[in-house]
């Protein structure tokens, strides 16, 4: 980008130069037609610089603005697969199916106790009274999912559903990840910048499909979790908000 810049900048400097030859060198009856093409010349490029400054910076704009709805639904559907989990000891890879989970499912409220009691099998066994330490699981009541992820928001039946774009969703995907001879559910939700961006310039498109940055989205998609690890946060920098 800065190099474009430096040979648009010599360009219009060069042609400034032109019009002070031609204005004196060449004979009157030129110089108005030549003057007019060449201080043409300077205002086309002299908009070409402003441009290849002003579309980046606002291509910046409407990235980052596009990348932050993004991240929230990501973050909505991570929510919803960790409660399928809890719930179910799985992912879902079907958004249908996600709904379907939220609008009926409930966590179950527990209560965790220590306590002690009398051993009976030891106390035979020692003919005196000896005892042994439990946990005591109790169970107190149980609250709906949708209550407890989205309280009165309904923004999960569309979670699904790419900002700024009237039929792209998000890619889902879940399944089992065998580690260490255990057997691990995974799931992996994510977009490509090339729709979040489709109406965008191409070639700023491509340029930020190369991005490699701490502050910025690394890759060609925004994605959370992973079908290759065991992982759920996202590949988003935390000004975006937090990734786990």
């Known amino acids: 980008m800065l190099t474009i810049i430096l040979i648009v900048v010599a360009v219009i400097l060069l042609t400034i130069g032109l019009v002070w030859l031609v204005d ?11 003057n007019i093409v060449l201080w043409l010349l300077i205002a086309f490029l002299g908009y070409s610089t402003y441009m290849s400054v002003y579309e980046p910076i606002q291509f910046n704009k409407v990235k980052e603005k596009r990348y932050a709805e993004v991240i929230e639904k990501l973050i909505d559907i ?7 989990r809890q719930v179910t000891g799985k992912f879902s890879g079907n958004f ?39 946990v005591i699981i109790d169970t107190l009541g149980f609250v709906p999912v949708k209550d407890s992820l989205f309280k009165n928001s309904d923004r999960y039946k569309t979670m699904m559903n790419v900002p700024h ?31 979040i961006l489709q109406d965008q310039d191409p070639d700023l498109i491509a340029q930020e499909n190369e991005v490699v940055s701490v502050d910025g989205v690394n890759g060609d998609a925004l994605i959370v979790g992973s079908m290759d690890e065991v992982k759920t946060n996202g590949n988003w920098p935390k000004v975006y908000g937090s990734d786990e």
């Not at 004196?24 to 030549?34: A, G, M, R, T």
């Not at 220590?114 to 020692?126: I, Q």
């Not at 998000?170 to 910048?193: H, S, T, Y």
């Open 165 to 195: 774009s009237e039929n792209d969703k998000f890619e889902l995907k879940a399944g089992i990840l065998e580690q260490n001879g255990l057997k691990i559910p995974v799931f992996e939700a994510k977009v490509k910048k090339e729709v």
């Open 24 to 34: 004196k060198f060449i004979p009157s009856k030129f110089k108005p037609v030549l």
């Open 96 to 134: 249908d199916e996600l709904v379907k989970f939220i609008d009926t499912a409930q966590f179950t409220i527990t209560q965790r106790r220590d306590t002690t009691v009398l051993d009976e099998e030891m106390t035979r066994r020692f003919t005196i009274d000896m005892f042994k330490d439990l």
């Open 78 to 84: 991570r929510d919803a697969q960790l409660a399928h």
